[in-house]
T-cell receptor, first 114, second 109 residues
Framework: DSGVTQTPKHLITATGQRVTLRCSPR?????VYWYQQSLDQGLQFLIQ???????AKGNILERFSAQQFPDLHSELNLSSLELGDSALYFC?????????????FGAGTRLSVL | TQLLEQSPQFLSIQEGENLTVYCNSS?????LQWYRQEPGEGPVLLVT?????EVKKLKRLTFQFGDARKDSSLHITAAQPGDTGLYLC?????????FGTGTSLTVIP
C-alpha cells in the first residue's frame, strides 16, 4: 500500500459527460501529480500541484482541469468526455516539489467512456 | 514522439535467464528512475540514478546511468516469475517528468 488513495476505482460514463477523480496523497506529502495511462500513449504526465499551487503542466487537455485543496487532496476534472479519454488515471504524491523526487502512486482510476 | 524510448517493448523469457532493458533519449536528464508496474496497480519506484556512469545494484537487478545522462539500462540476473511486470524508466528535466514507453516482461516458470 503506497498510502495514496484514489477514488473511484472504476468509472463508466458516456461521451459528453463530466467526471471528477479524487486523490488523497500520503500523509505529509505536499506534491500531487496526475498521469494518464493508455495503451497507445503510455504513461503521460498531466499536471502537478505543490501545496495548493499549480507547479507544472504536461500534456493536459483544455477540457481537463485540476486543483489541490487546503487539506492537500486533489481532484482532476474531465469534461466533454470523448471515447479517446478512456484510460487509467493515476495520482502520485511526493514530499517535495521536484518532479524527480520519489513519487508514490495510487492504484488508479479506470475511466471508460462509452 | 516519446522522449524516452525503451527496448524491447515486450520480452518473454524462461525462469533463470538474464535480460537487459534499455532506456534511451536524445535529452539529458538530471536523474533517471526505474519503476515496475503490476496489473491493476500504480508504478512502484525501484531505483533512482543521478550521476553519469552510476551503477546501482538491488539484489538481482543492476541499473546503470549512461555517462552522458541520456540513457540507462536495467539488467536482471536469473529472472524469476515474480519479476513479471511492466518496467518503466522515467526522467525529469526542468519541471517536467517523462515516462518511457515501457517494457512488458513475462518470466515463464
Amino acid at each position: 500500500d503506497s498510502g495514496v488513495t484514489q477514488t473511484p476505482k472504476h468509472l463508466i460514463t458516456a461521451t459528453g459527460q463530466r467526471v471528477t477523480l479524487r486523490c488523497s496523497p500520503r500523509s505529509g506529502d505536499l506534491s500531487v501529480y496526475w498521469y494518464q495511462q493508455s495503451l497507445d500513449q503510455g504513461l503521460q504526465f498531466l499536471i502537478q500541484y505543490y501545496n495548493g499551487e499549480e507547479r507544472a503542466k504536461g500534456n493536459i487537455l483544455e477540457r481537463f482541469s485540476a486543483q489541490q485543496f487546503p487539506d492537500l487532496h486533489s481532484e482532476l476534472n474531465l469534461s466533454s468526455l470523448e471515447l479517446g479519454d478512456s484510460a487509467l488515471y493515476f495520482c502520485a504524491s511526493s514530499v517535495a516539489r521536484g518532479p524527480a523526487d520519489i513519487q508514490y502512486f495510487g492504484a488508479g482510476t479506470r475511466l471508460s467512456v462509452l | 514522439t516519446q522522449l524516452l524510448e525503451q527496448s524491447p517493448q515486450f520480452l518473454s523469457i524462461q525462469e533463470g535467464e538474464n535480460l537487459t532493458v534499455y532506456c534511451n533519449s536524445s535529452s539529458v536528464f538530471s536523474s533517471l528512475q526505474w519503476y515496475r508496474q503490476e496489473p491493476g496497480e500504480g508504478p512502484v519506484l525501484l531505483v533512482t540514478v543521478v550521476t553519469g556512469g552510476e551503477v546501482k545494484k538491488l539484489k538481482r537487478l543492476t541499473f546503470q546511468f549512461g555517462d552522458a545522462r541520456k540513457d540507462s539500462s536495467l539488467h536482471i540476473t536469473a529472472a524469476q516469475p515474480g519479476d513479471t511486470g511492466l518496467y518503466l524508466c522515467a526522467g525529469g528535466t526542468g519541471n517536467q517528468f517523462y515516462f518511457g514507453t515501457g517494457t512488458s516482461l513475462t518470466v515463464i516458470p
